[in-house]
Nanobody, 115 residues
Framework: QVQLVESGGGLVQLGGSLRLSCSAS????????MGWARQAPGKQRDLVAR???????NYADSVRGRFTISRDNAKNTVYLQMNSLKPEDTGVYYC?????????WGQGTQVTVSS
């Protein structure tokens, strides 16, 4: 059974930084693409960053240049380093694991950016 557990969210001021972590279990972590999605209040979930098993990365236009996704296969963990945070980055951040059969989601961690 796949489990994804996020941590690292919190309250930060405009321009600040946070690093989110997602610890995965129940699957062969290294062979699957991982990602982070964000759901702002009243809006749909949108993918903000993705990293393949080969460590190729993709970012949403809104976060490119400010966010960095990375993975440590030895620790079964994926990270999201978020810099220069803006109020519009506020939302619940979800960890994602993409497998051939389905996409798994974590429970989410709240990020709030105050102005």
């Amino acid at each position: 059974q796949v489990q994804l557990v996020e941590s690292g969210g919190g309250l930060v001021q405009l321009g600040g930084s946070l690093r989110l972590s997602c610890s995965a279990s129940g699957s062969i972590f290294s062979i699957y693409a991982m990602g982070w999605a964000r759901q702002a209040p009243g809006k749909q979930r949108d993918l903000v960053a993705r990293i393949t098993s080969g460590a190729r990365t993709n970012y949403a236009d809104s976060v490119r240049g400010r966010f960095t996704i990375s993975r440590d296969n030895a620790k079964n963990t994926v990270y999201l380093q978020m810099n220069s945070l803006k109020p519009e980055d506020t939302g619940v951040y979800y960890c994602i694991q993409e497998t051939p059969n389905r996409t798994y989601w974590g429970q989410g961690t709240q990020v709030t950016v105050s102005s």
